[in-house]
C-alpha cells in the first residue's frame, strides 16, 4: 500500500509491532501456562539488553528494506506460531525471531536485498547463526511464504486501523490464548551504498 511509504506511518507500525511483540513476549515469559515451552535454535540464553522497539527499528534503519515487508513479515510471525503452538514467543527467542522474519519477508518481497551475513551484522548474530536460523524459520512455516493481495492488505487495514486509533495491543491474555489465534486467523489472515551501510553498522 502506498500509505506505507510514509515515514509517520511507518514509525506509528514500528511503534505498534513493538508494543505487540512486547506484551506477548512480557505475558509468555509470566505464563508459560499458555503454552508448552519448546527451547528452539531462536532462544537465547539471557534475554537481550536491547528493547524490541530499539531493535526493530535498528533493522528498519539499515535492513532498507520495503514498508511492505514489515507487513509480510507479521504475517509469518503469525503463521510461525500458529503452525509451532510449542514455540511461544517470549523475551529470549522474539529478537531472533523478528531478523529472521523481515530477511526472509525481504527476500521474497524484493528485487533488491543484503545478503544473510548483512543481516546476520544488523542483528548482532553469526552468520552461521542467521543462516541455521533461516533454515529453521523456513521449515517452521512449512515453506509457506505466498501471501496473496487479499490476505497482504487484510492484514495491512487490520496494522492501518490499530495505529490510527490508536488503540493499544490486544490484552495479554488473549494474546497468549488459543482464542487470540483464532482470532488472528480471521482478523490478520488479513540501493544506498551497500559497503557504506556495512560499515555504520555496530553489532549488538
Given amino acids: 500500500m502506498a500509505e506505507l511509504e510514509c515515514p509517520t506511518v511507518m ?3 514500528i511503534s505498534y509491532l513493538s508494543s505487540l ?4 513476549a512480557e505475558s509468555n515469559d509470566l505464563n508459560p501456562r499458555f503454552h508448552p515451552q519448546k527451547i528452539s535454535a531462536f532462544h537465547g540464553l539471557t534475554r537481550p539488553t536491547i528493547s524490541i522497539q530499539t531493535y526493530l527499528e535498528r533493522i528498519f534503519k539499515y535492513a532498507n528494506c520495503s514498508p511492505s515487508c514489515y507487513v509480510v513479515a507479521y504475517v509469518y510471525l503469525d503463521r510461525f506460531t500458529q503452525q509451532q503452538p510449542a514455540l511461544s514467543v517470549n523475551s529470549f527467542n522474539v529478537h531472533r525471531l523478528l531478523i529472521t522474519s523481515v530477511m526472509v519477508a525481504a527476500k521474497f518481497m524484493d528485487d533488491m ?10 542483528g548482532g548474530i553469526s552468520t552461521t547463526e542467521m543462516n541455521f536460523l533461516e533454515v529453521d524459520f ?5 515453506f509457506q511464504l505466498n501471501v496473496n493481495p487479499t490476505t497482504f492488505h487484510t492484514y495491512c487495514s487490520y496494522l492501518q486501523k490499530e495505529m490510527f486509533l490508536l488503540q493499544p495491543p490486544p490484552n495479554i491474555e488473549e494474546l497468549s490464548s488459543s482464542s487470540y489465534k483464532s482470532r488472528s ?3 490478520l489472515h488479513y540501493e544506498d551504498d551497500q559497503q557504506q551501510q556495512q560499515q555504520e553498522v555496530v553489532a549488538v
Fill in 185 to 187: 486467523t480471521k482478523l
Fill in 138 to 142: 523456513l521449515f517452521g512455516l512449512g
Fill in 11 to 13: 514509525s506509528k507500525l
Fill in 21 to 24: 511483540l512486547q506484551r506477548v
Fill in 113 to 122: 536485498y543484503y545478503n544473510n551475513a548483512y543481516y546476520a551484522k544488523v
